[in-house]
C-alpha cells in the first residue's frame, strides 16, 4: 500500500504550508505530495491527473477537507466513486474523519459515508456560488462608485482626426501617424479602426 496526499489551494499566491504540513503529520512521503495552485471547478489539474496515475487499489490518499478536492458538486461525487468504489483506493479527510473509507467498509457505513459526502459537496458547491455572487455584487458596486476596471484608456492627441485623414488619404504612412499620435503601433490600429467606423 502507497500512501499519497492532494493539496489544493486556488491562486498562485495562496499558501498551501498548513495542508501540506497536515500531509507530513499524516507520515505522507513528501514525493507522493502532489500540489495544484488553480481552481476547483473542475478536475483538469496537472497534478491531479499526474496523482490519478499513480494510485493503485489499495492505495490511501489524504485530503485536509472536502473542498481541496474540488468544488463542483457532481463532480466531486463522480470522483468519490471512481477513486473508492472502481479503482479500491481508500480516502480520509483529515479535518473530517467521518470521511475516512477505511473503517466504513460495511453498507451501513458505505450509506453514512456517501450521506455525509453528499452533504458536504452541496455546501462547498454552494460556497462556491456564493463566492461569485459577492465579487459580481463587489464589482458593480466599486464601478457605480466610479472604480475602473482593466486596462487604462490611452488618450488621442488633440489632433489625431488630422493625423487620421492624412493617413487615410495616403498623405503620411504608418511610421510617421505612429509617431505623431505618440501611440503605439497596437494602440494606433486600435483607435484608428474606432474613429473610422464612428465617422463611417
Not at 452541496?122 to 461569485?132: G, K, M, P, T, W
Request: glycine share 6%; aromatic share 10%.
Amino acid at each position: 500500500m502507497n500512501v499519497y496526499g492532494y493539496v489544493r489551494v486556488s491562486t498562485t499566491d495562496q499558501n498551501d504550508d498548513r495542508q501540506i504540513q497536515a500531509m507530513k503529520e499524516k507520515n505522507v512521503p513528501y514525493n507522493n505530495i502532489f500540489v495544484d495552485k488553480q481552481s476547483g471547478k473542475d478536475f483538469n489539474r496537472p497534478q491531479y491527473q499526474r496523482l490519478l496515475c499513480k494510485l493503485n487499489d489499495g492505495d490511501l490518499l489524504y485530503i485536509t477537507s472536502i473542498d481541496r478536492l474540488g468544488r463542483n458538486y457532481e463532480e466531486i461525487q463522480h470522483q468519490w466513486k471512481y477513486l473508492t468504489k472502481e479503482n479500491g483506493i481508500d480516502i480520509c479527510v483529515i479535518d473530517m474523519p467521518i470521511l475516512d473509507t477505511r473503517p466504513y467498509k460495511d453498507l451501513l457505513g458505505t450509506f453514512i459515508t456517501d450521506l455525509f459526502l453528499s452533504v458536504l459537496s452541496f455546501v462547498a458547491e454552494n460556497e462556491r456560488d456564493n463566492i461569485r455572487k459577492r465579487q459580481a455584487e463587489g464589482i458593480k458596486v466599486a464601478k457605480l462608485n466610479g472604480v475602473k476596471f482593466g486596462r487604462p484608456s490611452i488618450d488621442v492627441p488633440e489632433n489625431f482626426s488630422e493625423i487620421v485623414i492624412n493617413y487615410n488619404s495616403g498623405k503620411i504612412k504608418l511610421t510617421e501617424a505612429v509617431e505623431k499620435t505618440g501611440l503605439s503601433k497596437t494602440t494606433f490600429y486600435r483607435r484608428l479602426r474606432d474613429y473610422n467606423l464612428l465617422v463611417k
